[in-house]
């Protein structure tokens, strides 16, 4: 449907110099992902089973103001210095609605006081635009997203004690990003855009908190490690940028994907490169976190490695 009415209104990305696409592709996939997010949590409310609490309704509130924000950008076109100010102003309304980073693991645990402002400012819009940033192949921030998302998920509910809640919004994004993969793949069919890019980023940065950093000290640091991708290409993106003279925000054809992809990597490879990176990372965190998010982390890959394999399958088959 999304795609239907991106090319009755020309919501369109048209190729360029920059991208790798050679055709017109519809650009506001975000549409369907929080939509089916979203509408998830309707079929909960009307099974009279909406998870009340645990910061659920500012996780919520934060990735549907995200969400706005980005389809605004991918119809109009927004100033990356105004992006940036509403995103800041979106981090501070979900940080006043208690998702916080208190403290770091240093030295025993040190309480960050009002420092806890600016640190959780930085990781939920840092971790935003990263998934923005990869959003450059087709299926792989898609791939990246689901990956992350159940590892995340697997250690909301393993660590000690466990959130759920949290859990629950990183399984049903998967669903979502699962679903929305099956258009996405090489030669994909719709982008996510800026819409679900901005989304899908500030949910993992939003339940990596609730569901990881908040339960144990050291646990803070286990979302570096599953959001290892991400948080590479946005580093080394913008310090490669700044140490130009340019400014971070502007959007160029160097980052690490666009790299393989110079190296001789097809799309596909690429893909499958940097998704098996996030498995590998995954996989460690649950390693650090415990034996049983280690044992589910191990099924759970098999299964989603066999259900996108699967779903690129379907749509092979289809074509013939």
């Known amino acids: 449907m999304v795609i239907s009415f991106s090319k009755k209104e020309g919501l369109v990305d048209e190729p360029?110099?920059?991208?790798?696409?050679?055709?017109?592709?519809?650009r506001i996939g975000g549409v369907a992902i929080w939509g089916s997010t979203m509408l998830t949590f309707l079929c909960l409310v009307l099974m009279s089973y909406y998870p009340y609490g645990k910061l659920l309704s500012g996780i919520l509130l934060g990735g549907s103001l995200m969400f706005l924000l980005g389809l605004v950008d991918d119809i109009y076109g927004l100033g990356a210095k105004f992006k940036l100010l509403m995103q800041l102003s979106i981090a501070t309304v979900v940080y006043l609605l208690g998702v916080q980073i208190d403290n770091?693991?240093?030295?025993g645990g040190i309480?960050?006081?009002?420092?806890?402002?600016?640190?959780?400012l930085l990781w939920i819009v840092g971790i935003s635009n990263a998934f923005n940033f990869i959003d450059g192949v087709d299926g792989l921030a898609g791939s990246v997203v689901t990956v992350n998302s159940i590892t995340l998920a697997i250690l909301a509910v393993t660590l000690t004690p466990p959130n759920p809640i949290s859990a629950l919004i990183g399984?049903?994004?998967?669903?979502?990003?699962l679903a929305f993969l099956t258009f996405n793949f090489n030669p994909a069919k719709i982008f996510m855009g800026d819409s679900g890019a901005l989304f899908s980023g500030f949910l993992l940065a939003a339940i990596s908190i609730t569901g990881v950093m908040k339960v144990a000290t050291l646990a803070i640091l286990l979302p570096f490690v599953v959001l290892a991708v991400p948080i590479i290409d946005i580093t080394y993106s913008s310090l490669r940028r700044i140490f130009k003279g340019q400014s971070p925000f502007v959007a160029d054809a160097e980052h690490i994907h666009h790299k393989l992809l110079h190296a001789g990597f097809s799309q596909k490879k690429t893909v499958v490169i940097l998704t098996s990176v996030a498995i590998i990372a995954g996989g460690l965190a649950c390693l650090f976190a415990s034996h049983n998010a280690i044992k589910y982390d191990f099924f759970l890959t098999l299964a989603l490695v066999g259900v996108m394999f699967l779903l690129n399958l379907a749509r092979v088959l289809t074509k013939k």
């Open 104 to 107: 770091v693991p240093f030295f």
């Open 111 to 120: 309480d960050l006081g009002w420092m806890s402002y600016p640190v959780t």
């Open 171 to 177: 399984f049903i994004l998967a669903g979502s990003m």
């Open 16 to 26: 360029n110099a920059r991208k790798i696409h050679t055709k017109p592709i519809s």
